[in-house]
């Protein structure tokens, strides 16, 4: 997805699950920017053969097997957005922070509204 149709689908979850404040809109934007580059990575790594493991060719023309970039691309934008999203309240415990709220365990008002929000 785009910058712009993540914007979109995070500003209707922070406002579905109730916690959506317009000073939100900069981090909103960061994630939204974390998560496009994360799709990119992740159509790359698909597009490549999703293969875990590459060969690499140092510059001694010694070839050895490594981790595939792309995926260390997509664990590290991975880990920078869930901090957004806890930030944003768009995890069950970053809910809790900025609601005060308790969710359910599972299949909770919170839940469902933000996989409603995300769909």
Do not use: H
Not at 33 to 49: H, K, T, W
Not at 56 to 63: I, L, P, S
């Amino acid at each position: 997805m785009t910058k712009d149709e993540w914007i979109k689908r995070l500003k209707r979850a922070c406002t579905t699950a109730g916690v959506y404040k317009p000073f939100f809109d900069n981090a909103i934007e960061q994630l939204a920017s974390i998560l496009e580059v994360r799709d990119d990575a992740v159509r790359q790594y698909n597009e490549d053969g999703g293969c875990p493991v590459v060969t690499y060719t140092n510059t001694a023309g010694k070839e050895n097997k490594v981790k595939n970039p792309a995926l260390a691309v997509i664990d590290k934008e991975n880990e920078l957005a869930l901090a957004y999203w806890r930030d944003l309240g768009l995890t069950p415990a970053g809910y809790k922070k900025l609601s005060g709220e308790v969710t359910e365990r599972s299949g909770g008002s919170f839940e469902s509204a933000i996989q409603e929000a995300l769909k």
